[in-house]
């Protein structure tokens, strides 16, 4: 577990918290996802594939464009 909490910038007492059932902050979920190159909604939700995305470009928040038809 220490490897994944350094791995992941996080407190591995923090991280023992998530693997205990505590579930992460929106932002700390997408940190974890995105250093263990898994599936966001995998992580959080087990839904879909545990298949990352880091072969997919993430845009910053500003170059984001919400169409709200």
């Known amino acids: 577990m220490n490897s994944v909490a350094k791995r992941c910038d996080i407190p591995e007492a ?14 700390k979920a997408f940190t974890i996802a995105t250093k263990l190159d898994v599936n ?5 939700g087990g839904i879909g594939s545990k ?10 928040a500003a170059q984001l464009i919400i169409v709200v038809e």
């Open 51 to 60: 298949e990352g995305c880091l072969t997919h470009r993430v845009l910053p």
């Open 40 to 44: 966001l909604d995998w992580l959080v």
């Open 14 to 27: 923090t991280m023992r918290g998530y693997f205990k059932g505590r579930f992460p902050t929106t932002d």
